[in-house]
């Protein structure tokens, strides 16, 4: 039942309406994450995690065999994405960044 009214909650302003198989429920953000960086993890999968950062997200890749490729936030500009950084880091591998 929660699924359901989740959908039509989430649904509004969407071109499309979502059905209970868009939505997956975890216990929480570090659940979340285990799933989502095991969902990314294939041979030779990068991923561009922002430093400073999270820890967990790390860890988390390390577990999956994933490649880290780290970018920097720029304190100074509010900590802004440097957006040279990570052109310079995409390749054919990268398969997500997490900020």
Request: proline residues 6%; contains cysteine.
């Given at each position: 039942?929660l ?22 429920f975890?216990?929480?953000c ?5 799933i989502?960086?095991?969902?990314l ?7 561009l995690?922002s430093r ?6 790390e860890?988390?890749a ?8 780290h ?17 310079a880091l995409?390749?054919e ?7």
């Amino acid at each position: 039942m929660l699924d359901y009214f989740l959908c039509d909650h989430l649904s509004k302003g969407l071109p499309y309406k979502l059905s209970p198989d868009d939505i997956y429920f975890t216990i929480g953000c570090t659940q979340a994450i285990e799933i989502i960086l095991a969902v990314l993890a294939c041979p030779g999968a990068n991923i561009l995690l922002s430093r400073p950062g999270y820890p967990f997200y790390e860890t988390r890749a390390a577990y999956s065999h994933l490649e880290v490729c780290h970018f920097d936030l720029l304190p100074k500009k509010g900590w802004e994405v440097d957006l040279d950084a990570i052109e310079a880091l995409v390749d054919e591998n990268i398969t997500s960044s997490l900020i």
